[in-house]
């Protein structure tokens, strides 16, 4: 992990209303790091996810993403990072390569890369024998860590990934971290959500939201530590019933 900040976030706030989805949010996010963003369901992590997207505007904060302004930058943001969501990241009615392609067209790729990166992606997943299956096909892991790899074949600075285990099995769901250590290694920031506290802890730093704040942000080994509990599950419990 290196010192160069990609995602600065002073006093984040955003209003529906009378309703104060972010209060005052502090952090910054560094290049290669592997950030959680956790908290209960209501406590503004996907509010605040789409802000650094691009796609919702705070009400006020100074926030800046891969060095450019939410506020008046944010097509310059869309292009410089990747998602993938737990909902919906693939088309079921398009093959593997299709999507490989679809998306890669999205993210501005030549014709030539397309064909590079699609193979090298197939062949590293496995998936080259797939390659004409529909997505509707494959197992869920498989769509997951083939959704994961389209989000970052374009090589964005970060990469935001919202609950992308939901529903895998424990191992499935190791062979994916092995996907995100590889991403990181290779520079790219991991900005990620996740109910799953074991998974939690594969973080290099994580962030918990408490009814619109961040109520602590520390690496998991002093988060255990300062609340003197044996695993995350523990720290968030004591956080989330505080």
């Known amino acids: 992990m290196e010192n160069q900040v990609v995602i600065t976030s002073k006093n984040m706030i955003k209003k529906f209303g009378d309703f104060v989805a972010n209060d005052h949010l502090n952090f910054e996010v560094y290049k290669g790091e592997i950030f959680g963003f956790l908290g209960a369901n209501g406590a503004g992590k996907t509010t605040a996810m789409k802000i650094l997207c691009g796609l919702l505007t705070p009400t006020s904060g100074e926030i800046f993403v891969g060095g450019f302004n939410v506020y008046t930058e944010t097509e310059k943001i869309k292009r410089s990072i990747g998602y993938m969501s737990q909902k919906f990241s693939l088309y079921e009615d398009l093959t593997v390569f299709e999507n490989i392609r679809f998306y890669s067209g999205i993210y501005g790729l030549s014709d030539a890369d397309i064909k590079m990166k699609s193979n090298n992606l197939m062949d ?8 004409n299956s529909l997505i509707s096909s494959l ?5 997951q860590k083939l959704a994961f790899s389209i989000a970052i074949i374009h090589d964005p600075q970060i990469v935001f990934l919202d609950e992308p285990t939901g529903g895998v099995d424990p191992i499935t769901r190791r062979q994916f971290w092995d996907l995100i250590y590889d991403a990181a290694h290779n520079g790219i ?8 506290m074991d998974e939690a802890e594969y973080c290099d730093r994580i962030s918990i939201m408490v009814d619109g704040r961040i109520e602590a942000l520390d690496t998991p080994f002093n988060l255990m530590k300062t609340y003197n509990s044996e695993n995350m599950d523990g720290v968030f419990l004591k956080l989330a019933r505080a």
């Open 189 to 196: 920031t991991v900005f990620v959500t996740t109910h799953y």
């Open 124 to 131: 590293k997943l496995g998936l080259s024998a797939q390659r």
């Open 139 to 143: 197992p869920l892991g498989w769509k």
